[in-house]
């Protein structure tokens, strides 16, 4: 499953990078979503860029992305396509428009990350910046930072609205721009510098990446805008600047939700593959300057409609028996209109030595809201229970309880004759009187005439 990292780039942007599922990891062939490459001879750098065609999948394309136009990256260019000549075609220094499109014979599938920067409610650029260029970075066997992505975000871009908007640290992030990048992990194992046909081979113009490379991960703050010959110009300073491994190394850790057997509620806990979560910590506690806990955050959203509304939050904290998991039971206060409900979870590993995290997500929806509404269901048993008491007891067939003219004794003869053929037809009765309505009668039978058959 996909799994996150998550970088503080200032007090208002937070950068969460989503490495791929590694079991299942993201392709697109490069036929479907092709690839653009653009060398920039300020630097001797390359620049990645997917096509306009794909930007709603891929999100990385040229008319974005800014270019460094020194070589001390301090100043960059705006790479607008929709002027009437774009900057790569008027700078000599950056590959022509005709010439970035890349052609693989045959089709490669391209592995992707995801890149998502979150942006604070109310977010201004502190300020002072006109816009902030994002950059994901790798670096190439000479040394050289190669750019898998250099994304222009400005003033006046708007970024998307996030329905489930990210608390973190007690801030709330509600709006996000995304794009993907090549992943770095898989362009390494990838990597054959004897076919010409690889991205990789094509990306580093066949040297081919440090084996032990990070992810560079860089925010650079524009803070003065230029017009020269129409085109933007910026002048450009350091935000921030970060580094992750290339792959995740806590990937085997992961969130998980999931409703109890035991009852009507739901069990939220951290698992990793091939151990228990006690044990993982316990073995970064023994690496040294680590001293873990984690804060469990749910949030729990209601569909009215075809929107999700947020209805609660709460927040747990675990510092010992980590494999016990957080037993929860949601109130749906919408049950009766609700279409459904969300259970969204976040598993903080928090590090109180470096105040590191490692941030797990799960998410839980049920299209049962009435099983969780505010009342549960009732038996209605009236107000003063009773017990029945049921009576089914037979009466003697056997027929000598029969008088015949007022005397047993004298008619003794009489009374075994016609027992002997008296005809017994039991007759079961199916329903249950109460007893105190039944009432007995005798009275006097005549009997005229006996005759033998």
Not at 79 to 91: E, I, R, S
Not at 98 to 116: H, I, K
Not at 307 to 333: A, C, G, H, V
Request: glycine share 6%.
């Amino acid at each position: 499953m996909e799994s996150s990292r998550y970088i503080q780039i200032s007090d208002q942007i937070l950068l969460e990078y989503v490495y791929t599922d590694q079991g299942d990891p993201a392709e697109f062939d490069t036929l479907a979503y092709p690839i653009e490459l653009m060398e920039d001879g300020h630097n001797n750098s390359m620049y990645l860029f997917n096509t306009e065609a794909v930007a709603s999948t891929m999100g990385n394309y040229r008319d974005i992305s800014a270019a460094s136009v020194d070589s001390k990256n301090a100043q960059y260019a705006f790479l607008n396509t929709d002027v009437g000549v774009p900057y790569n075609d008027y700078d000599p220094k950056l590959t022509d428009s005709v010439n970035l499109l890349q052609t693989f014979t045959p089709n490669v599938d391209a592995v992707y990350d995801r890149v998502r920067i979150h942006f604070i409610a109310g977010m201004n650029f502190e300020g002072k910046y006109d816009g902030i260029i994002f950059q994901i970075q790798a670096t190439r066997r000479d040394g050289v930072l190669i750019n898998m992505a250099s994304i222009d975000y400005l003033k006046s871009d708007t970024p998307m609205f996030n329905p489930d908007p990210l608390l973190l640290a007690d801030k709330l992030y509600a709006t996000y721009i995304e794009f993907r990048v090549p992943s770095l992990y898989y362009m390494l194992n990838t990597f054959d510098k004897t076919d010409p046909n690889g991205l990789a081979y094509r990306f580093t113009s066949g040297q081919g990446f440090i084996g032990t490379s990070p992810i560079t991960i860089m925010a650079k703050g524009i803070y003065q805008t230029l017009n020269e010959n129409g085109y933007s110009i910026y002048n450009v300073q350091d935000l921030n600047i970060a580094k992750i491994n290339a792959r995740d190394i806590y990937d085997n850790l992961y969130a998980e939700v999931i409703e109890s057997s035991g009852g009507d509620y739901f069990e939220l806990t951290g698992k990793v593959l091939g151990s228990t979560l006690s044990n993982f910590i316990a073995t970064l506690n023994s690496q040294g300057n680590g001293d873990y806990m984690i804060f469990h955050q749910i949030v729990l959203s209601e569909q009215i409609g075809l929107t999700f509304r947020k209805t609660s939050e709460q927040m747990f904290t675990q510092t010992q028996d980590f494999d016990l998991p957080i037993l929860y039971r949601p109130i749906i206060n919408h049950s009766a209109t609700a279409v459904s409900f969300a259970i969204n979870y976040n598993m903080r590993l928090y590090n109180k030595a470096d105040n590191t995290q490692i941030i797990k997500q799960a998410r839980y929806v049920s299209y049962d809201p009435k099983k969780y509404g505010r009342r549960l269901m009732k038996l209605n048993l009236g107000t003063v229970p009773t017990i029945a008491k049921v009576y089914n007891e037979l009466g003697d067939d056997s027929g000598n309880q029969i008088v015949v003219g007022g005397s047993v004794a004298n008619n003794a003869n009489l009374a075994d004759k016609i027992t002997e053929n008296l005809v017994v037809k039991p007759y079961f009765n199916t329903t249950f009187r109460d007893r105190i309505n039944v009432k007995a009668s005798m009275s006097t039978v005549k009997v005229e005439n006996i005759t033998d058959v």
